[in-house]
């Protein structure tokens, strides 16, 4: 049996406001499309004026398979707290954290990630203002009961685990934009560390950050960002 890829971009007068990314059987995709549909004309960031969905068959030889990144939440109490974790998590890693954390804090509706170079510090995406889009990934063997309304949590791990999945991503940081979600994460050597309270709420904060390994060849790992099939395995966890 085949699957489908179902993917989804809304937006209001050029300003991004919900994308999503599905990897499904043939036999889910209507009502998949009719979740998605709905997820634009309700997002907290105001109801989507366009919303485009993408249905493309994959073969099944095209799927790379990854394991789920492990979970760990931390015990934070606010968002000073919480970027005082963010920066002692990413400091092995990279001597430019708080440019990690400022650029993250401080960009406002984009649709993709930034890519942070970890020796310079700097951006290295094609397209600053529209990030590069993680597409193309799915939970495997995931029921539609686990993903009625949008779990949040439970989609950002699957792309978590995607990312980390590449040798050329050290790690991640990331800020929901929408304003009542106050929970973020780091995604760094296989653990994806929960922030509860990485912003206030109310906040318009919010943006992904991966940070890259010194010499990495950006555009295959673009290209296996926003193209590759992968299917994220829950199994073990269960
Ligand atoms: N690829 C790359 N970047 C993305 C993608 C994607 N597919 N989707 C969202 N982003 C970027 C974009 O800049 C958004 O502005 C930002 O991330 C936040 O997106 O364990 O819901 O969809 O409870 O608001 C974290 C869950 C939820 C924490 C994150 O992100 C937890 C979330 P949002
Ligand atoms: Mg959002």
């Not at 934070?76 to 400022?102: F, G, K, Y």
């Not at 994806?192 to 919010?206: A, F, N, Q, T, V």
């Amino acid at each position: 049996m085949n699957y489908f890829s179902v993917r989804m971009r809304a937006d209001s007068a050029g300003q991004h406001i919900s994308g999503a990314e599905r990897i499904v059987r043939e036999y889910e995709v209507p009502a998949v499309c009719a979740a998605l549909s709905e997820r634009a004309l309700t997002h907290p960031k105001g109801m989507a004026e366009n919303t485009f969905i993408t249905v493309e068959a994959l073969a099944e030889s095209d799927i790379l398979h990854v394991p789920a990144v492990g979970v760990k939440v931390e015990a934070v109490q606010s968002p000073s707290q919480a970027r005082d974790i963010i920066e002692e998590l990413l400091r092995p890693m990279t001597a430019h954290s708080q440019v990690v954390i400022e650029e993250t804090f401080s960009a406002r509706n984009m649709r993709g990630a930034m890519l942070i170079a970890a020796d310079a510090g700097t951006r290295c995406e094609p397209d600053a203002r529209r990030g590069v889009r993680v597409s193309h990934m799915d939970a495997c063997g995931a029921s539609e009961e686990e993903f009625k309304g949008k779990d949040a949590a439970r989609e950002a791990i699957v792309l978590a685990s995607k990312v980390a999945a590449h040798p050329d991503v050290l790690a991640e940081v990331c800020v929901s934009d929408d304003p009542a979600y106050t929970t973020g994460y780091v995604c760094i050597d296989g653990t994806y560390h929960r922030l509860p309270h990485i912003k206030e709420p109310g906040s318009d904060e919010g943006a992904r950050a991966f940070i890259i390994k010194p010499g990495a060849d950006v555009e295959a790992l673009i290209d296996y960002l926003e193209n590759r099939a992968v299917l994220v395995d829950f199994e073990a966890e269960k």
